[in-house]
């Protein structure tokens, strides 16, 4: 599709780097293992914050979109970062000679000293950010704006997608998009105004600097966007999408603060538009179980990821040896019938000729449950259990079936819940009462309605995937 015909590119692709997921695996793999057995303690991991990436030409929105963005999200957990103020301080000579500087190039900037500063807002520290003044292309040499750690960092500038260090910290990259007619005359106005410049020095910094350096560094970097936004601030369509994009992360950050055992899958617009399809109320069942299908093996995946390992080698075709892992043996799958079994094929794909037992929880009454069935394999409490159900909504479920498990012997950090969709009341409801448990999900949803639906939710899963539902 033609880019100018498309209202919010997409590129389905990672929007994100690893984040929030408990499958952040940097710095843990690249040291050897050093015991037999291991247990990756993913809990150990600090929560990143979410690092939003904004780009485009001068003048083409990007304050204006971050500033809407901030407004609308209304959170205090929000804050902006500009590649302005990290502008390097004219020297003399080059003060004398400043229509000879060429402010759009990537020497411009001091990218060390922005690198440093968002390190140490990842790391939790707070910092001062420089205040850059556009009249005397000087730094103030007293003031700084003092920038505290946050759940969510804004890094906004026409060059923040050129470096790669800088690119790396970024979860999302928005490019912002402006015909170059639009921008010019939107620069006239704002430095003439703004920034104490006239038409004249505007036209002819233009056509010696700005233009090229967009051509040259600004428009290549626009292929390293995961969103691009024609129309900037205009496109309340998009920034209604980003913002809502931002509040469901906001959301899952709280919850992986309080439970260090949730594990929500690394986001991408891949994972997401899977979401909005088998959520889509009008998708037809064939769809809706492919695309169940699909979200159901990635979470089974990162839950496995989860399992101890024990050092194995082997040795290659080439006569070498390679250092690897062997994988957790004592396995047990055990599904919530019914919905829970529509997980067992991705499990069973997964992990060959693996074992997998059933309990069937009935509702009885409003909102209590009684066990109904069970079958599980008679050395259980030896197995790592992957337990399934693809919603988590009250919990009250997965606490029977996992006080079960406990029962049978099954040690409670031997347990990992994998789902597909989490409800906050579900996880408090769960991660409270079994702190040693591992839940892996693909997405928080916002709440239950009253009468125990996940919403916004998929509605009943099993009636959906088995085709009972009409
Ligand atoms: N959609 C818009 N319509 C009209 N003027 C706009 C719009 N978006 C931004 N502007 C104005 O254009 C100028 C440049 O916008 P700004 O957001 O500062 O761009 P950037 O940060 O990309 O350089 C500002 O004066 C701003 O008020
Ligand atoms: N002293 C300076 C520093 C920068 N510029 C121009 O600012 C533009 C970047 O800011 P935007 O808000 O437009 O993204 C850039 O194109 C520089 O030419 C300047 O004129 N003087
Ligand atoms: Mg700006």
């Known amino acids: 599709m033609p880019e100018e015909t498309t209202p919010i590119d997409y590129v389905m692709e990672a929007a994100s780097g690893p984040h929030f997921s408990g499958l952040r695996l940097d710095g843990l793999l690249s040291s050897p293992p050093s015991s037999p057995a291991h247990h990756f303690s993913f809990s150990s991991l600090p929560i990143q914050p979410f690092i939003i990436g904004v780009s485009g030409g001068t003048a083409s929105g990007k304050t204006t979109v971050c500033d809407m963005i ?44 922005m690198l440093e500063c968002v390190g140490k807002l990842i790391s939790g520290q707070s910092v001062q950010v420089p205040i850059y003044d556009f009249k005397n292309h000087q730094r103030s040499s007293e003031n700084f704006r003092q920038v505290n750690a946050s759940d969510v960092i804004i890094l906004e500038g026409i060059l923040v997608f050129h470096d790669q260090e800088v690119r790396d910290l970024m979860n999302m990259k928005i490019f912002v998009d402006a015909d170059a007619d639009v921008r010019l005359a939107r620069r006239i106005r704002r430095d003439t105004v703004e920034r104490g410049r006239d038409i004249n020095s505007v036209l002819e910094q233009y056509a010696k600097f700005v233009k090229p350096a967009f051509d040259d560094f600004v428009l290549p970097s626009k292929k390293y966007a995961d969103v691009i936004i024609p129309r900037g601030g205009d496109n309340h369509v998009a920034i209604d999408l980003i913002v809502q994009h931002i509040r469901t992360k906001l959301g899952q950050h709280d919850l992986c603060k309080i439970y260090p055992n949730i594990y929500v899958i690394h986001s991408t617009f891949q994972i997401r538009g899977m979401h909005t399809l088998i959520r889509d109320q009008d998708i037809s069942k064939h769809d809706f179980v492919f695309y169940s299908d699909r979200l159901i093996r990635l979470v089974v995946e990162h839950g496995l990821g989860h399992l101890p390992f024990t050092e194995k080698q082997v040795v290659t075709p080439t006569g070498s040896v390679y250092s690897g892992v062997d994988f957790c043996k004592k396995l047990c799958g055990v599904s919530i019938v019914r919905s829970g079994e529509s997980m067992e094929n991705a499990l069973r794909t997964c992990c060959k000729g693996i074992k997998i037992g059933k309990i069937l929880i009935h509702r009885d009454g409003d909102n209590g449950k009684q066990l109904i069935y069970e079958k599980l394999p008679k050395d259980i409490s030896e197995r790592h259990v992957l337990l399934l159900d693809p919603v988590l909504a009250t919990g009250n479920s997965a606490n029977q079936a996992i006080e079960l ?29 079994f702190p040693s448990l591992k839940i892996v999900t693909s997405e928080i949803d916002v709440a239950l309605n009253e009468e125990y639906r996940v919403i916004p939710g998929l509605g009943e899963f099993g009636d959906r995937y088995f085709g009972t539902d009409d």
């Not at 000679?97 to 020497?107: A, M, S, T």
């Not at 498990?405 to 009462?433: D, M, T, W, Y």
Request: hydrophobic share 35%.
């Open 70 to 113: 901030i407004q609308q999200l209304h959170d205090h957990r929000v804050i902006l970062v500009n590649q302005d103020s990290f502008y390097r301080g004219l020297t003399p000579d080059e003060l004398k000679r400043v229509q000879e500087y060429n402010f759009d190039h990537p020497d411009a900037f001091d990218t060390e000293q």
């Open 405 to 433: 498990l406990i029962q049978k012997g099954v040690p409670e950090s031997h347990i990992i819940f994998l789902n597909l969709i989490s409800a906050p009341e579900g996880i408090h409801c769960v991660c409270k009462r």
